[in-house]
C-alpha cells in the first residue's frame, strides 16, 4: 500500500522508560545466611540433669556471647533455670548486665545445634525449617529421649512469630555447612546413614532435596565416619567456610591422633579436594596434638568453633601450645572480631563443642532486598523471522529469571535471544527473583512484527529500557525522504 509513496524513516536515539509493579511468582527461591553474616541472636538449651558435667563451660560460653549478642536460654524447668544462673555467675557474668532471654521450653539435650531451627530467607521473609531430629540416628543408645528436641523448632518460632516448614527428613544442623551464597558442605554418612532412615539410593537423590530446600546450587561431600564420633561424622569437626569464598579444612599430622593416610585422613583429604575443584580457596588446619582425657585419645580439632556479631569462641583443649596457635589463626581470619578459647573437655569427649551447643539466629538484614526489575531490547520492530536480544538490568542480584516473549516463548536465561516467527504485537514480561523477593516488569506491545508490505524502516541504534521509576520519551524526528 506504500508503493510509489514517499516513506520517512524516523532515525530514533531514545531511551524509553517506564514504571514496574511487584509480583512474586514461581517455587519459593531460598537462602540459608552463613553463619559469619551478622545475628540476631544465639540460642542454647541448658544442661539437664543427666548433663551437669557440661554447665561450667555452658556458664562460660554465656558470658562471652551475651556480651556482645542476645543469647536465648531453653530451660526444661525452673530448677534449671536456678543452676543455670549460678552457672553464668559462676563464670564472672553479672545477670543484670547480660543480654539473656529465657524461654520455659522443655526439652530433652544440651545440642541445639543439632535440633534447633534452620533458618531460611525465603521470598523476602526468614522462617524456619523444622527437619527431623531422631537422636542422631539411635548412635548414643536407643534410650535416649528426643520428643522434646523435635519439637523445639516449632516452640522458637512460636516465640519470634516466624513461619515454620516441616521437612521430613532426618538430619541434623550440625551436619551443614554454608557458605550463604550458593553452596552447602555436609558429610554423607550422616544424612545418607540407614540409621536416618531417609532411604536415599545415592547422593544425587539426596541432592535433589537439598537444593529444593536450602536454594543451592552446589553440594560439596565429604564421605566417610570420623573416629570417635558417633555423630557419623558431622561436618562441623571437618570443613567450615571463613567466607564465602575460602573453607578451612582439618588436616591429620604425625603430631596428632590421625595419621597421614589413615582412614579419616582420607574423609578429609578428600573434602578439600571437591572443595578446591569446585573453585573455593582451602585452607588446611593442622591437627598438631594428640589429647587424652576421660579414658579417650583424640586430636586437638578446633575447626567446632562458634562465631557472632564481635565474637568467635574456640573450643579448649587445655594444651596451651595447640590453644594459642589457633587462637592466632582465628584472628587472622577473623579480623575484628575478639577470639575466646573456652575449655570444655566435657563436652568433646561426649560428642562436640561450642558449635554443637549453640544455635545462631540470623538477622533481618540477611533477608537483603529484593530485586527491581529492568530489561532492555536491541531492537523492537522486523520482519519475521525477528531475533532480538533481551538484556537484564535487573538491581540486587537475582538468581532467577523468569521471561515470557508474549508468544508463548519462555526462557529462564538472564539474557536471552528470542525469535519470532510470526506477525503480530508482543507484550513481553521479565519475573527477576532472589530470596529476598521478586519483581515483575511488563511491557505492553513492546515487539512488532508486522506484514511484509508494512514495515516501517527504522534506523538501528535505538535501545529501549524498561523498568526505571520515571519515564521519559525524546520524540523521533523526520530525517530522510524515500520516493
Not at 301 to 317: C, H, K, P, R, S
Not at 374 to 400: C, H, N
Not at 429 to 435: K, V
Request: aromatic letters at 10%.
Amino acid at each position: 500500500m506504500f508503493a510509489g509513496k514517499n516513506l520517512r524513516v524516523c532515525a530514533l536515539s531514545c531511551l524509553v522508560v517506564l514504571g514496574f509493579t511487584r509480583a512474586s511468582l514461581g517455587q519459593p527461591v531460598r537462602r540459608v545466611p552463613a553463619e559469619f553474616e551478622p545475628q540476631e541472636g544465639i540460642w542454647l538449651q541448658w544442661p539437664g540433669r543427666w548433663e551437669k558435667m557440661y554447665e561450667p563451660a555452658y556458664g562460660q560460653i554465656t558470658n562471652v556471647i551475651a556480651q556482645h549478642d542476645t543469647v536465648h536460654i531453653l530451660h526444661a524447668s525452673p530448677k534449671i533455670r536456678g543452676e543455670a544462673e549460678d552457672a553464668i555467675t559462676d563464670a564472672g557474668g553479672n545477670l543484670a548486665e547480660l543480654d539473656i532471654v529465657w524461654h520455659a521450653i522443655a526439652n530433652d539435650n544440651a545440642w541445639m545445634r543439632d535440633n534447633g531451627p534452620v533458618y531460611v530467607v525465603q521470598d523476602g521473609g526468614m522462617r524456619i525449617q523444622n527437619w527431623e531430629f531422631d537422636a542422631w540416628g539411635g548412635a548414643f543408645g536407643n534410650n535416649i529421649p528426643y520428643a522434646n528436641d523435635n519439637a523445639v523448632p516449632i516452640e522458637v518460632g512460636t516465640v519470634l512469630g516466624m513461619p515454620v516448614d516441616p521437612v521430613n527428613i532426618v538430619h541434623e544442623r550440625g551436619n551443614l555447612e554454608f557458605n550463604g551464597v550458593d553452596t552447602v558442605i555436609l558429610n554423607w554418612n550422616v544424612i545418607g546413614n540407614p540409621n536416618r532412615g531417609n532411604g536415599y539410593a545415592n547422593k544425587a537423590a539426596a541432592e535433589v532435596d537439598l537444593k529444593n530446600w536450602f536454594g543451592v546450587s552446589k553440594v560439596i561431600w565429604a564421605d566417610g565416619p570420623i573416629t570417635g564420633d558417633d555423630t557419623g561424622g558431622h561436618i562441623d569437626g571437618i570443613a567450615r567456610f571463613i567466607d564465602a569464598n575460602r573453607v578451612v579444612v582439618g588436616n591429620c599430622t604425625v603430631n596428632g591422633a590421625c595419621q597421614p593416610g589413615d582412614s579419616d585422613d582420607q574423609v578429609y583429604d578428600g573434602v578439600a579436594a571437591e572443595l578446591a575443584a569446585a573453585g573455593f580457596e582451602v585452607i588446611r588446619m593442622d591437627f598438631d596434638a594428640a589429647i587424652t582425657y576421660g579414658g579417650y585419645t583424640f586430636d586437638a580439632d578446633y575447626l567446632n568453633w562458634g562465631v557472632g556479631d564481635g565474637w568467635v569462641i574456640l573450643v579448649g583443649f587445655n594444651n596451651p601450645a595447640t590453644d594459642n596457635a589457633a587462637k592466632a589463626q582465628l584472628e587472622a581470619w577473623f579480623p575484628g572480631r575478639t577470639v575466646y578459647v573456652i575449655e570444655m573437655l566435657e563436652s568433646w569427649i561426649n560428642g562436640g563443642g561450642v558449635h554443637c551447643h549453640t544455635n545462631d539466629q540470623p538477622a533481618a538484614s540477611t533477608i537483603g532486598t529484593a530485586p527491581t526489575t529492568a530489561f532492555s531490547a536491541d531492537a523492537t520492530s522486523g520482519s519475521a523471522p525477528f531475533a532480538v536480544q533481551f538484556t537484564d538490568l535487573s538491581s540486587e542480584d537475582p538468581s532467577i529469571w523468569e521471561w515470557d516473549f508474549g508468544d508463548t516463548g519462555t526462557s529462564t536465561n538472564q539474557s536471552p535471544v528470542h525469535t519470532y516467527s510470526a506477525n503480530g504485537t508482543y507484550t513481553v514480561t521479565l519475573t527477576a527473583r532472589s530470596a529476598s523477593g521478586a519483581d515483575t516488569e511488563v511491557h505492553a506491545n513492546l515487539i512488532n512484527v508486522p506484514e511484509p508490505t508494512a514495515i516501517l524502516q527504522l534506523a538501528s541504534g535505538c535501545l529501549y529500557v524498561w523498568g526505571l521509576s520515571v519515564r521519559r520519551r525524546k520524540p523521533c524526528e523526520p530525517s530522510a525522504e524515500l520516493g
